[in-house]
Each structure stands twice: as C-alpha cells, then as structure tokens.
C-alpha cells in the first residue's frame, strides 16, 4: 500500500459524495465538528444519504483495473483494521458483523470523521452502520474480474483482529 493508494482511495469517497450534492457535506462536517456528549439523532440523517453515494462510488470505479481495485481494497482493509479497538467499539455497539458495518459507516464518512473517530472514539455514533462499504472494493473486483483481489498483506478487516485494539 502506498501514499499514492490512500491519497486516490480517500480523493474516491470525497469525489463520490461530492457528486451527493452539498446537502451531505454540512451534515458529514457536523459529525466531525459536534459535542460527543450532545445528542446526535440528527445527524444520523447521513445514513440517508449512502445508497447515492455508494452508486456514485460504483460508478467512478468501474473502470478500474484488477491492480488498481486491489489497491483500493487494500487501502480498505487497512482503514477497517486500524480502527478495529475497544475503545470505539464502546461508542458504536454492536456484534462482530455489527461493529465491522459501523466500522464501514465509519470509512464511507470520509477522511475527516474516520480520522477524527480514530482520535476521539466518543465521535463515533452508535449503530450507525454501513455494511458494503466493507468489502465494496473486493465485490467490485469480483463482479469485474470474478475473483476476490489477492491483497497479500496477511490482515483482516473482521472484528477483534488487529491485537493491538483489544
């Protein structure tokens, strides 16, 4: 995984929420920008807004090619790992698969709350979940080219696996 990688996967989620319209960035500026401790009911109206944003995601991948999706997927598992802790896990809830698809929600929200989450797990918001962002790279991958992408990087994106974190 390069720098190269993470830049293009993260210039991707912003690319494709940009094409949302300018709605969504006031509300994904908030959960990054809010008081923890104040009641985020509103702003889980950004859950609303990932089916567009997961088609146009979709849609400015699907030219890819095979090297170029296993890159992404692998930038992917490495954001999914690095936040696979305790301490977040405490403040979105959920089982194995349910923190795993909070973890998604958590990558789908773009660069700024996934990293200000990794700061301050307290952003995180409970049970808000995206479920295909977690592989959405590897299913690209396999509808185009009918294999999952070999990343070879020997982590996994399933909940309690990065040690460090538990």
């Known amino acids: 995984m390069t720098d190269d990688d993470v830049t293009r996967f993260w210039a991707l989620i912003e690319s494709a929420w940009a094409a949302c ?8 500026r908030a959960l990054v920008e809010r008081d923890p401790a104040q009641d985020d009911d509103e702003l889980r109206a950004v859950e609303t807004w990932l089916e567009p944003f997961l088609t146009h995601l979709r849609e400015l991948s699907a030219g890819l090619s095979s090297a170029e999706l296993t890159a992404l997927d692998r930038v992917l598992e490495r954001t999914l790992h690095t936040i696979d802790r305790a301490e977040i896990h405490e403040h979105t809830d959920g089982s194995d698969d349910g923190f795993l698809y909070c973890r998604g929600f958590i ?57 460090a974190g538990w």
């Open 21 to 28: 319209g300018p709605e969504q960035a006031d509300l994904r």
């Open 107 to 163: 990558v789908a929200a773009g660069q700024r709350f996934y990293e200000a989450v990794d700061a301050d797990p307290a952003l995180a918001l409970l049970d808000a979940e995206c479920e295909e962002m977690c592989y959405f790279f590897a299913h690209l991958h396999e509808k185009q080219f009918g294999t999952f992408p070999e990343t070879g990087s020997g982590i996994s994106r399933e909940t309690g696996s990065n040690p």
